[in-house]
């Protein structure tokens, strides 16, 4: 089996701050984008009874079963643009961040022989994001926070019924809640999280 992968990304953002009377604004907007293409060629021989304790050598693999060059097997790419506005009140001891993010997924399989599309996928989804840290102390942290966000499914193994499948993105929901302790040359941190597809 012979193969490779070929990715190209980017990413680009602007960052700004200012005031609305007592609420310090720092606010976000960044796009990132990924591509990634698979390239595979296979060539398949006989099976044979072996194993591990009395190994099967054999003079030669014999004639192929089957073959074919490589190719573009499968393309994933992945765009989003987000925008963030981080409030900060009370000289930071109370900071509220709000988001929100677009995402798209775009998932293509190829055929081996002919290297056409056999399956394609596309999806967009605006995924919120909310945060809160509060500082009862400059050295302690209690935060919460909730995210979504879109994942690919893994493709199929190669010896499965339907390999060349592509599966609709898992959408996640993150919850998170914690606290960190920071003394200088002591810290500490306690957080639970749950992430539900």
Known sequence: QTGKSETVSGE????TRF????VRHEVVVSGSSMQLVDWLGQTTYGSYLTNIYRPTLLVSPGAPVSSYPMGRADMTRLQ???VADTLS???GMVQLTVGARRQQVVTSSYSSTTGDTTDHYDQSKTSPSVALVLRPIKQLSVYASYIEGLSPASP???GAANPTQVFAPS??????VGTKLDLGHFGATLAAFQIAV
Request: aromatic share 4%; net charge negative.
């Open 156 to 158: 199929p193994p190669s």
């Open 171 to 176: 959408q996640t929901k993150q919850y998170e």
């Open 12 to 15: 680009a953002g602007v960052r």
């Open 19 to 22: 005031d609305t009377g007592p």
């Open 89 to 91: 009140m009370i000289d």
């Open 80 to 82: 989003s643009v987000g």
